[in-house]
Structures are given as structure tokens and as C-alpha cells.
């Protein structure tokens, strides 16, 4: 009876998770991290309408945070790459989660997350010199579930990795396509 009743508990699952979880993992990322990135993204905008092509200082102190102390802060002084890294970055910022957020092309926007975010811990470990500071990389198995870098980011992560296995789920526009796509007649060959 128990074991029935588990069996069909489970069977139900194995068919639900595939889409539930997804779409569940879309909307906690919509709830937790995406203002997170968008604010963080509007702070590396210059002025006017091209703002993002003309990146704030902060965003070159934000990212690369050691060459902007090598040339006193003067953005001027640093070269196309610099720039190229930083309005890549931003425009990262925005796109890649709105992409998770409507479930568009998702594997491929939660996995660009997955490599923003190693960059982004990257240099707040060595760049921001967060690695000098106990609790900012943290230690897992240590019974502390706060740390920075490896706890917060772990997280964040694993559910970035649901998505790249599982796609968008339920009420994605890669769904829609996909559907869109499929419902289309097949053209026969003349």
C-alpha cells in the first residue's frame, strides 16, 4: 500500500518535474536575481540615449577594477578591449535575463548567466580583493550558508544549470516556438 502509493506519488513526478521545475526556476530568478542584474547593469550606462555604448566610470571601475587604479581612474586611458568588455558585459546584464525571464533561447541565456557569473565572482575575489576577506568565498560543509561567493553563488548556479538541462518548461516562448513551429504544415518537394 505504502509503496503503491509512493510508486504513483513518483510516476507523477517523473512526468510533472520536467516542465514544473523549469518554469518554477524561471520565476525565482525573475523574483531573486533579475532586478539584481538589471541594477547592477543601469549603473554601467553613461548619459544619453547611447548610454550603453558610452559606459559610466563605475563600469570600468566595476570591472576592471585594478587597471582603472593603474591609470587613476581615467577611463580615457584604457583601450577598445576595456570597452569592448564592459558594453559586452552590460548589455549581458540586460539581455541574458530577460531571455530566462520569458524563456527565450534558455539554455543558451542560462548558460551565458552561468559564465557571467564566474566572471563576475572572479572579480570580486581577485579584482575587488574580496578573496582577502573571510566569509567572501566561504567554505562549503561548513555548516555557515552565507558566504558570498560559494553558497549564494552555488545556488544561483545549480538553478541556472536546471535550465540549461531542462530548457524553459511550461509557459516559455521557446515552447511557443517549438509548438509554433511543429503545428506548421510540411511543404512538399515539387
Not at 547593469?41 to 571601475?61: E, H, Q
Not at 530577460?98 to 539554455?107: A, C, K, P, S
Not at 509557459?171 to 513551429?181: I, M, P, V
Request: proline share 4%; charged share 10%; net charge neutral.
Amino acid at each position: 500500500m505504502i509503496l503503491s502509493t509512493y510508486d504513483r506519488f513518483a510516476t507523477t513526478l517523473d512526468r510533472v518535474a520536467p516542465n514544473f521545475l523549469p518554469l518554477l526556476a524561471r520565476l525565482t530568478f525573475a523574483g531573486v536575481l533579475m532586478a539584481y542584474f538589471w541594477k547592477s547593469a543601469l549603473t554601467k550606462v553613461g548619459d544619453g540615449i547611447f548610454g550603453i555604448f558610452t559606459p559610466s566610470l563605475g563600469a570600468y571601475a566595476q570591472i576592471f577594477p585594478k587597471a582603472m587604479e593603474a591609470v587613476g581612474y581615467d577611463a580615457s586611458q584604457l583601450g577598445l578591449f576595456h570597452w569592448a568588455v564592459v558594453v559586452a558585459g552590460t548589455l549581458a546584464e540586460f539581455i541574458l535575463p530577460l531571455l530566462i525571464v520569458l524563456g527565450l533561447f534558455t539554455r543558451l541565456a542560462a548558460l551565458g548567466m552561468i559564465g557571467f557569473i564566474a566572471v563576475q565572482s572572479l572579480t570580486d575575489l581577485f579584482g575587488h580583493g574580496g578573496i582577502a576577506h573571510d566569509g567572501t568565498l566561504g567554505a562549503w560543509f561548513d555548516g555557515a550558508p552565507d558566504a558570498l561567493i560559494l553558497d549564494q553563488r552555488g545556488f544561483w548556479v545549480l538553478g541556472l544549470l536546471v535550465l540549461v538541462g531542462l530548457g524553459g518548461g511550461w509557459l516559455s516562448a521557446d515552447r511557443l516556438l517549438r509548438n509554433g513551429l511543429s503545428a506548421r504544415p510540411v511543404s512538399q518537394p515539387q
